[in-house]
């Protein structure tokens, strides 16, 4: 990170890690349920000469102007989990009881939207005057806060994947396959870092030959050894280019766990899970000249009582010159 303070402009790599918002639902990593928004302008060329169009405006300015108008899933895309946004027993994160996941909040005057009134999956056009949303533990922390640090890229994808850097569809990744990455790629881990993993996720979703299906992908598995680890590292973020950071469906003594280390890290750990990231061409960049740690920044959209919020991270990476291998 001192190299990409340092470096100069001509020396800095500049990255974003955001699918896009409106994407499609045959190509992006999404997870079941959960679709891109759909949005459609309310105001374009097409109004211009209408009657009662306000286009143009007194002095000739013309403009567009546009919506949603699907339901817009804040989880929906690249974004960062809230620390309420899952746990296990009745208490979140910080020992706020599980009753604070349903806090209403109350409107003067009721604005037609649809809503699953009966838990059936059936979207009904309703007036809405009160909505739900996490009382505690909410996104707007990191929203106010931002996220911003040392930022360490993990190419598993790279180190241990197949040809096409990438791992298999029902890989676990362990804390040794963290490790030995980060010795092959040279990279020195360090407390406090922001931690991004690579599985290659979103190049099988965007890839037409290959077979894709969120809930198969690779990510981390639960081990008490990968918990300590993170919480001696004082980690605070972790990233991923699949839709949950860890594998879907985990087998632990026995038994089936469903992301069960959404618990370990966001109730217990409070480390911040940043998913569905777009790391193809950040990492190919990181191959090629061997630097995998940059300044990373981030921040959530500021939805209060959300538990989650789209986000579009913004990474400058040092490149590899004579001038600045001494400042890495």
Known sequence: MK??????????????????VTGSADTDPLFVGRFPARKDNTLDARFDGMDGSPIPLPGGLKYADDTFVTRFFLQGTTHVDALGHAWYGKHLYNGYHQSTTATATSYPEAVTGLRDSN???????T???????????????????????????????????????????????????????????????????????????????????????????????????LVQWFHEMETPVIGADNVAIERASQMIDGSVYFAPLHGALLR??????????????????????????????????NV?????APANPVVLKATRTDENDDER
């Open 3 to 20: 190299a990409a303070m340092k470096g100069g402009s001509k020396q800095i790599e500049r990255f974003t890690l955001q699918l896009s």
């Open 304 to 308: 209060p009582g959300g538990t989650g």
């Open 127 to 225: 007036p809405i005057d009160m909505t739900y949303g996490l009382g505690a533990a909410d996104i707007t922390a990191a929203a106010g806060a931002g996220i911003a640090g040392r930022g360490v890229l993990l190419d598993v994808g790279r180190h241990i994947g197949d040809d096409d850097n990438r791992l298999p569809t029902d890989y676990g990744i362990s804390l040794e396959d963290l490790l030995s990455t980060a010795e092959k790629q040279e990279t020195d881990l360090r407390k406090r870092d922001i931690i991004l993993i690579r599985t290659g996720s979103v190049e099988r979703a965007r890839d037409p030959t290959a077979s894709y299906d969120p809930l198969d992908e690779p990510g981390l598995v639960f081990s008490e050894e």
């Open 268 to 301: 217990n750990l409070g480390i911040s899970l940043l998913e569905i990231l777009d790391l193809q061409s950040l990492s190919e960049a990181c191959a090629t000249d061997g630097i995998y740690d940059f300044l990373f920044t981030t921040a959530p959209l």
């Open 119 to 125: 838990g059936d999956g059936d979207l009904e056009a």
